[in-house]
């Protein structure tokens, strides 16, 4: 986050791809808001993910890039769910300051059943499993991971509750994903991807205000009196609910303009946007690296027409490598 901030009307709006820090002073808020379009739009046609899987794979990144922009620290962020649906496993990743890459991985038939036969709420798709949050700082510590049961009907809802169980900070998060048909400068038709998202934290300097009510704990679960939270954070958390998912990713309203319409009469304050790019960490170097420590029986194994080629399921850039390169030096 910037050290000097800009009234609403003092800078210049973000754009897609640029995510942007937000502050609420009048109600102790915090937050990061974002529209992908272009970046997302790249990543999700290299792979022609059928449009529930897209769907659900925008939404991961977009959750990934508001929680990875706010590290402080050079590392990466990920964010992965893994389940017994049809699609069975989502990752996307932050690595820092700027890179983004994703993935998603379905069984083509029990996907095609569950389209043709109206099942395509994200718990139908992702099933019974987990959602991950993986902090890793580098090989001088150990990575850091929070997980979630899938136990949501969305995947905002979901990663509501792994900030409620795991974080204890008063937390609303916001995703919606869209896919729009429109036309380009020539007149041709157009496929594209867009995506958007927002999170508010509730962080005032008395911890004591941050109190939230307790996860109900199933049958014969006796809570006693509904535990009151702060009215700074009631009101942010209403706010925040009043945005229609067409607003976090219509292009007209922006950012910019999202945050000013919830938060302008509490004094919204913006910060410099950190933009994002569609960019993998993979490099013929690293798989090189990777494939030199097969066996001999593995990489004849591993040939198809005298050479071995990889390629990598995030980017689609396919390495190709002869025997004689991934032989130990005499």
Avoid at 290 to 319: P, R
Wanted: charged residues 30%.
């Amino acid at each position: 986050m910037a050290e000097a901030a800009a009234a609403l009307g003092e800078f210049d709006f973000a754009g897609d791809d640029h995510v942007v820090p937000f502050q609420v002073e009048g109600l102790d808020v915090r937050g990061r808001a974002v529209q992908l379009g272009p970046m997302l739009d790249a990543i999700l046609e290299r792979h022609h993910y059928p449009a529930p899987v897209a769907r659900l794979l925008a939404e991961v990144i977009v959750l990934t890039v508001l929680l990875g922009t706010s590290l402080k620290f050079d590392g990466k962020f990920t964010v992965q769910t893994k389940g017994d649906g049809p699609v069975d496993l989502l990752v996307a990743d932050f690595s820092t300051p700027e890179n983004v890459r994703a993935y998603a991985r379905f069984d083509q038939a029990l996907l095609g059943e569950a389209i043709a036969a109206g099942q395509t709420e994200p718990e139908q798709l992702l099933g019974r499993g987990v959602l991950a949050f993986t902090i890793d700082q580098g090989k001088f510590s150990q990575p850091y991971q929070g997980i979630v049961a899938l136990d949501g009907a969305s995947l905002e809802e979901i990663a509501g509750t792994y900030f409620r169980q795991s974080e204890q900070i008063p937390t609303r998060v916001r995703l919606a994903a869209a896919e729009l048909l429109d036309r380009d400068d020539s007149g041709k038709p157009r496929h594209r991807w867009r995506a958007g998202g927002l999170v508010a934290q509730f962080l005032p300097e008395a911890p004591e205000r941050m109190r939230q009510q307790d996860l109900h704990g199933g049958d014969g679960d006796e809570t006693g009196q509904p535990l009151k939270e702060d009215d700074s954070w009631t009101e942010a958390r209403t706010m925040v609910e009043t945005i229609d998912a067409d607003e976090l990713t219509d292009p007209q309203v922006g950012t910019e303009r999202l945050l000013f319409r919830l938060f302008h009469e509490r004094g919204v304050r913006v910060y410099d946007a950190k933009e994002v790019f569609d960019r993998c960490s993979c490099s013929r170097d690293k798989i090189k690296g990777v494939l030199k420590g097969f066996s001999a029986d593995e990489i004849k194994a591993s040939q198809e027409n005298g050479e071995i080629a990889v390629t990598c399921e995030f980017c689609s850039t396919t390495y190709r490598f002869e025997p004689a390169e991934l032989q130990p030096a005499e």
